[in-house]
């Protein structure tokens, strides 16, 4: 029994069974930045997802299995639902929020990794074209921290190259969640920074700066918007003294009271 603000209102009586009614809001997949690509006629579109997807038993947190790095070729004519690359058909469906059943099929869609231990699931898909070949960077996630970055280097069949498989930086590379990166002469180009990995006394002296900086911003805010307050003329509790015209405007100086924070 529940008591139902929406959809149903009311208080209600419920038969019901497990996935057979959802309010599920988690989407289990990442979408590449910026993940689509033009080659001739067609498209291609890269994203984080499971493997194999449609597994509805698989619900209840954020990330219930590992996500793997995907892609589906299609037609640039978006009227054409023709899907053009290799990939099993997965057919399947969900439970809406009135508990009828939304079919759902996918097909077509073609994993390059295959990452089984929830410890190790790719985020932050990161695609950049060089040259005629897609390159692929991305994390490696567990459920709430950091382990690694990889990458590799596809062609626009999907087929990895031999001269660049999957490869692990030998140095941690944590990438902006949402940023694309972009391509400088022929080289792949992002910008990260991370302040822990600052040597302790370079940090403490970075944020010391960084604060007399914001200070000295504040106090600058303060001064122009203390040094231009506008008052109304005949206001003369706020402007003693001032004898223009009722209908004008004067600016009012006043003396910076406080020299810290």
């Known amino acids: 029994m529940d008591l139902g603000d929406n959809y149903p209102r009311g208080v209600n009586l419920w038969d019901a069974w497990y996935y057979q009614w959802s309010n599920d809001n988690y989407l289990y997949t990442e979408l590449a930045h910026p993940g689509l690509h033009e080659v001739d006629d067609t498209v291609l579109v890269f994203f984080a997802g499971e493997k194999p997807p449609l597994d509805n038993s698989l619900v209840g947190k954020a990330m219930n299995v590992a996500r793997n790095v995907a892609w589906v070729k299609i037609s640039r004519d978006l009227q054409n639902s023709s899907v053009l690359s290799p990939g099993e058909e997965e057919i399947g469906g969900f439970y809406t929020f009135g508990g009828s059943f939304s079919e759902q099929t996918n097909r077509g ?68 969640f949402a940023d694309d990166v972009v391509v400088k002469n022929g080289r792949v180009v992002t910008y990260v920074a991370r302040l822990h990995f600052v040597p302790d006394t370079e940090r403490r002296l970075l944020v010391a700066s960084l604060l007399l900086v914001v200070r000295h911003l504040l106090l600058e805010a303060m001064h122009l918007l203390l040094t231009s307050i506008l008052v109304h003329a005949d206001d003369r509790t706020l402007c003693p003294g001032c004898t223009a015209r009722k209908g004008t405007l004067h600016v009012a100086t006043v003396a910076i009271v406080a020299n810290r924070f």
């Open 109 to 176: 869609i073609s994993f390059l990794t295959s990452y089984t231990d929830l410890s190790q699931s790719v985020s932050r898909l990161k695609t950049a074209a060089i040259n005629g070949q897609i390159v692929l960077l991305w994390e490696i996630w567990s459920s709430s921290s950091y382990n690694r970055t990889e990458f590799m280097v596809i062609d626009t069949k999907g087929q990895i190259q031999g001269s660049w498989p999957l490869t692990s930086l030998s140095f941690p590379f944590e990438l902006p």
